[in-house]
């Protein structure tokens, strides 16, 4: 494999903390959410900061490419627009999936794929499908996980071992994750480094999270704590990272706090002996040449060597049948454990909450403020799964408030019925009324 553009040491763009990127000493990089810039308007402070030669990731969170289906043209377009208006050397993605087509519903989140064959061949076609689309390479990154699958057939290391030497595709190792998957899930971070074929890593995340109740939560708005560092200490001693990035996506400190944090990291990536290669171990090898014979195998396959609908449909039932319970109240699946199904709805519904207020930042304001809001959207989500985005999101429960005469106060109605009316347009007239005026006009 080709050895990977060196990027350094960066930390995610984020327009809350533009300025305070800016004037970071030694910044090396940034990466931005891809779907949060528009190719033809990109943020000045994104300008400037290329212009100072500062190298400019965009990372996708919308593709889903661990889904059932395969990966929306239209998606790949939009990833790979943005990476050529960036100059990027790669765009990065996630090793999940994010939504279900029958039934339409959207998680707002990352879900982990299920570790089984049928799983991985579907992912490995997806990647492939969209290496073909890409303009320029493609890495994929590991996710934190509350839940795990029942009836896994492949651990962590063996499941990224083989979708590399499957795809060829590039790794993004979030080191968080691997710490969050240690607490969550009982998964070794050491095993999984050990396991994995570190030659392929484009670069490394590093993010803070929280513990609350035996689960940790990785909430990137919080310092990045020792126990994660100590992560990314067990990897720098397997491999020299070719770039390594602090995540930051909520609850910002002083500019001074992430200074800090960036000079942490450079202290534990910056050591005087360089680990050896990881391709010189042999335990690497080892699980390399058993990635590449399992290449072959695999589920029914279709025309021309693609997966088969039978794999694609037993993985889509499986994925709709764990996200209509997360999103839409339906029957825990057999085999999950129903606490942390539990757990995982509750985040899915307070981000849901966070990421509307973030579009619509109008709504709070209406309805009298955050805890007014927030008890009002989570009541609506419970009855409500997210199936367009997170824009419509907020149009429909703002619909849904006008139609249940809500809220009480008639200043706010107006209000609101003032914001729907201006982003969605007046509603189309009733079948019942098109009729009226067809017979009306007939009649004249």
């Not at 990154?141 to 896994?152: D, T, Y």
């Not at 109008?362 to 805890?371: A, F, H, Y």
């Not at 429909?396 to 609101?416: G, N, T, V, Y």
Request: with cysteine; proline share 8%.
């Amino acid at each position: 494999m080709k050895p990977m553009e060196r990027l350094g040491v960066g930390i995610g763009w984020r327009p809350e903390i533009a300025d305070a990127v800016e004037r970071l000493d030694g910044l090396d990089w940034v990466e931005v959410v891809a779907e949060n810039v528009c190719p033809g308007h990109l943020p000045d402070s994104l300008v400037r900061l290329r212009e100072r030669g500062v190298r400019v990731v965009p990372h996708g969170v919308s593709l889903g490419l661990g889904g059932a289906d395969r990966p929306d043209p239209d998606r790949l377009v939009a990833l790979g627009e943005r990476a050529v208006a960036l100059g990027a050397p790669l765009v990065t993605e996630h090793i999940a999936f994010v939504r279900t087509s029958t039934p339409v519903l959207e998680a707002g989140h990352l879900l982990p794929v299920a570790r089984t064959r049928d799983a991985l061949d579907v992912l490995c076609e997806n990647v492939r499908i969209a290496q073909d689309a890409l303009p320029v390479p493609l890495a994929l990154e590991n996710i934190a996980a509350l839940i795990s699958w029942p009836g896994e057939e492949l651990t962590e290391g063996q499941f990224l071992t083989e979708l590399v030497e499957r795809t060829g595709v590039r790794l993004l190792v979030d080191v968080a994750n691997l710490h969050t998957n240690r607490v969550n899930r009982g998964e070794d971070p050491a095993a999984v480094l050990d396991a994995i074929p570190l030659e392929a890593l484009a670069y490394v995340h590093v993010a803070g999270g929280v513990e609350r109740d035996g689960v940790w939560h990785d909430t990137h708005a919080h310092p990045v704590p020792p126990v994660v560092l100590d992560v990314l200490a067990r990897l720098r001693e397997r491999v020299d990272p070719p770039g390594v990035l602090l995540e930051r996506d909520d609850d910002f400190p002083p500019e001074a706090e992430l200074a800090g944090e960036l000079a942490r990291i450079r202290e534990v990536v910056t050591i005087r002996d360089a680990p050896p290669g990881p391709a010189s171990r042999p335990e690497v090898a080892a699980e390399a040449a058993a990635g590449a014979g399992a290449a072959g195998r695999g589920g029914e396959a279709g025309a021309g060597g693609g997966v088969g609908d039978a794999v694609r449909t037993r993985v889509a039932l499986g994925q709709a049948a764990l996200l209509s319970a997360l999103v839409a109240g339906t029957p825990v699946p057999e085999g999950f454990d129903r606490g942390r199904v539990r757990v995982q709805t509750r985040a899915l519904a307070a981000k849901r909450a966070s990421v509307v207020a973030k579009v619509a930042p109008e709504l709070p304001r209406i309805l009298g403020g955050p805890t007014p809001y927030r008890e009002a959207f989570l009541g609506y989500a419970r009855h409500r799964p997210m199936t367009a985005g997170y824009r419509r999101d907020a149009l429909d429960f703002a619909e849904h408030l006008l139609i249940q005469d809500l809220p009480d106060d008639p200043a706010a109605r107006r209000r609101l019925t003032a914001w729907w009316q201006d982003r969605a347009g007046a509603r189309p007239p009733r079948r019942i009324v098109r009729w009226a005026r067809a017979l009306v006009g007939r009649g004249a």
